[in-house]
């Protein structure tokens, strides 16, 4: 993956809300979640490291530490997550990422802004903020919902749940198959026109985007696009 359109995803990423792979089985240490993927683990020492990364950059109380895979490439990231204020549905934490030399892309540093400790580095912690649907007796969490009201967001993301939905010809139905339902990314609607993001099942693979058209009450998707990292 070339830096410009390693740049572009990670933007991409961001926006739209993709949270890094996270393919292991979460256990706590001293209050901190952590979630290694294999050949992504920190050592005790390297995990005191990553949380005074984390303090230096603002980020006192962290909740979990994880690593993931960057693919398609062999490299693998650090993320920090603070603990969530959450307020009504609204849900806020921060996110730092950290790159370790001996896992990150090959010939690439840190930049002008970035704070290094060792062979460890970051820039500044993004924002992340969730709202809380509600579809049944479950939650849900999306990181954007544009343009339409929660209640609506949350009437969508029913229907495609239940399915209750038609599917135009044009789209590849066996794609489907792929989507993690259950992690809605996004809701946005321009004029009569809703979009629904979802991340692909295989985490760190990238994400779909369905275009759909509500008629009569009718949920329709007529086309779906994918992003492939």
């Not at 990150?104 to 970035?114: C, I, K």
């Not at 979802?198 to 985007?209: E, K, M, Q, S, V």
Request: aromatic share 10%; net charge positive; charged share 25%.
């Amino acid at each position: 993956m070339n830096k410009q359109r390693l740049g572009i995803y990670l933007f991409c990423a961001i926006y739209l809300g993709i949270s890094p792979p996270f393919t292991a089985s979460a256990t706590v240490k001293n209050k901190v979640e952590t979630d290694y993927v294999a050949g992504a683990v920190l050592t005790k020492s390297q995990e005191k490291i990553v949380l005074d990364l984390a303090a230096q950059r603002g980020i006192k109380k962290v909740a979990k530490i994880s690593t993931y895979y960057l693919l398609p490439t062999d490299a693998r990231g650090i993320q920090v997550q603070s603990v969530e204020q959450v307020k009504d549905r609204k849900v806020t934490s921060h996110i730092l990422n950290i790159s370790y030399r001996k896992w990150w892309l090959p010939n690439e540093g840190p930049g002008n802004d970035d704070l290094q400790v060792g062979e460890f580095w970051a820039g500044k912690p993004a924002i992340r903020k969730e709202t809380i649907l509600k579809v049944g007796k479950k939650d849900y969490r999306t990181r954007t919902i544009q343009g339409m009201t929660l209640e609506e967001a949350e009437r969508i993301l029913q229907m495609l749940l239940e399915p209750n939905y038609t599917v135009e010809p044009a789209v590849r139905q066996e794609n489907f198959e792929q989507i993690a339902w259950d992690k809605p990314m996004s809701f946005r609607k321009q004029g009569n026109n809703y979009s629904v993001t979802f991340p692909h099942l295989a985490r760190g693979a990238g994400f779909f985007d369905l275009q759909i058209k509500i008629n009569n009450g009718d949920l329709i998707i007529h086309q779906m696009f994918q992003a492939i990292p």
